[in-house]
Each structure stands twice: as C-alpha cells, then as structure tokens.
C-alpha cells in the first residue's frame, strides 16, 4: 500500500471521527443526518458538473450504493436512538473491515497477504473490544446492538460496491458526485416527514449538520479515491483507526468513561493500522 493512500485514508479517518463528534454533540440526531445528506448532494452537484461523467459500466453500482446508503442513515438512526454512540459506533465500525476484506476477495479477486489479513484482524479486534469496554451505565438494548450491526453489514456492502464500481467508473469525481447527490433524497424525506419550523435553534442544527456533512463527505470521498490504489480490505480497515481518533475525542472532549480500556483498544486498532501500512 502505498504511502500517499496511507495519507489519504488516514486523513478520512480523522473527518470520520469528527463529524461522528459533531453527531453526538447535539439532540437532534435526525435533522443533522438530513443535513449531513444535504451537505453530501451539493458537494455531488459541483462534482457533477465539474468531472467527467462516469462510464456506464459503473451506473448499476451507483444505483445499488445509493440504495444501501439510505438503509445505512435508517439504521444508523436507530441504533443511536436505542443505544449509546460509544457502544453503537464501535460495533458498527468492528465488523466493516473484515467483511469488506471477504467481500474483495469473493467478488474483486483480491487476496491480501498473512500480514494484510493479521492486521485487518488487529483493526476489528480493537474496534469490537471498544464496544465492549465503553457500556454505560444501564444495561444496553439489543435493538440498539442489531441495529448496530445491521449498519456494519451495510457499511461492508456498499464499500465493496463502490470499490469495484469506481474501478469501473473511468471517472472517480464523477462517481463520487452522482452517488453524492443522490443522497440529497435522505434530506427531501425528513423535510417532508418532519416538516421542521426554522426556528433558531432548527437552524443551528442544521448549520451543524450540514459542517458534519462536509467533514461526512471528504471522508468518504478520499476512500472511494484511494479504493483505486490499494485492496479494498486494507483501506476500509485503515479508515478504522478513525476509531483511535474517536476514543481520544470521547475521553478528552465528552469526557466518557472508563479511559483506560478505551485507549488500550485504539492502541490495538493502531497496532493493525501499523501492519497494514507495513504491508507490500
């Protein structure tokens, strides 16, 4: 894996793990999911019409990613409405890497070597065990862990599609920016559900959100390019170190407890990222 896809994932793992902090700083989880999607379709709109169009080999892959996109903001909605976000983030995040991993190897060919696979298995260990060490204090609802791990499910399929479907594309931005706006449908959905009065404090909610969703789409929008220079295994589980950034963000800023075994799960998952990164 080559230096500069290090760099760019690494990146999206800190966008990752802040606009995941932007989430859990405020209430109103579901009007800042609508302008993290809004955020998603206007940065689609200048991808648009800035680059190429995609080939249409990659259009069925826009389609089905778009598709599992939206069950990931039902099910991700969910989980936090039932559980809490140091419990639910870690388990949903745990189980991507592996299943992405088998995913490229079943449907891209891609086989990654003892040392790719053992750090792909360092990363999930470390995410899970967060999810163990970071219960609060009631006894957690299994909705929220299904709904959890129904998001780690969606996560892993739609990161292999898009791996194989920007390979196809013959144009990243344009792929990126066709499968960003159609995500603009999520933002549609909770106006006309909710129909939210723009209150000042709806307001400051959504300019929150819609900060989150530009940190959301950066993120996403450097793996989707760095899915064009290494395995799909490996970037997915280099994008989870986020969770490092994540744990240091929950002790220091939120001030979540216990911290040791926090820390010492992000250092395992830093342990994984440091064999991925040595990995040729």
Same mark, same amino acid.
């Given at each position: @894996? ?8 690494? $990146? ?20 800042? /999911? ?18 190429? %169009? ?8 826009? %389609?089905?990613? %778009?598709?599992?996109?939206? #069950? ?28 992405? $991993?088998?995913?490229?190897? *079943? ?13 792909? %298995?360092?990363? $999930?260990?470390?995410?899970?065990? /967060? ?12 909705? $929220? ?21 920007? !390979? ?7 792929? @990126? #920016?066709?499968? *960003? ?13 909710? !129909? ?52 240091? *963000? ?19 998952? #830093?342990? #994984?990222?440091? @064999? ?5």
């Amino acid at each position: @894996m080559s230096e500069f896809a290090v760099v760019l994932v690494l $990146s999206a793992a800190v966008l990752h793990a802040t606009w995941n902090a932007i989430v859990k700083g405020t209430r109103a989880r579901v009007l800042v /999911l609508a302008a993290v999607a809004g955020a998603n379709g206007t940065v689609g709109v200048v991808l648009i019409l800035w680059a190429e %169009a995609p080939l249409a080999a990659s259009w069925p892959y826009i %389609a089905a990613s %778009a598709t599992t996109h939206y #069950g990931y903001y039902y099910f991700l909605s969910m989980a936090y409405k039932w559980g809490d976000l140091s419990r639910v983030y870690p388990i949903s995040r745990g189980i991507a890497p592996l299943l992405v $991993s088998l995913g490229a190897l *079943f449907f891209a060919g891609e086989m990654l070597t003892s040392q790719g696979w053992a750090g792909v %298995a360092l990363v $999930s260990a470390g995410v899970c065990l /967060l999810a163990f060490f970071s219960r609060g204090p009631s006894v957690p609802d299994k909705r $929220s862990t299904l709904a959890a791990v129904a998001t780690g499910l969606i996560i892993a399929t739609y990161s292999v599609i898009d791996g194989i479907g920007v !390979r196809l594309s013959g144009s990243p931005f344009g792929y @990126m #920016g066709w499968l *960003f706006l159609s995500e603009f449908l999520v933002s549609l959905f909770v106006i006309v559900k909710l !129909r939210p009065r723009l209150t000042p404090e709806v307001r400051a909610t959504l300019r929150v959100g819609y900060l989150g969703g530009l940190c959301a789409v950066a993120s996403y929008g450097l793996v989707i390019y760095a899915n064009t220079l290494a395995p799909l295994g490996m970037v997915s589980a280099l994008r989870e170190s986020s969770v490092i950034f994540a744990a240091l *963000f929950g002790v220091v800023i939120f001030r979540e407890r216990p911290w040791a075994s926090r820390i010492a799960a992000a250092v395992i998952v #830093g342990g #994984g990222v440091l @064999m991925l990164a040595l990995t040729r």
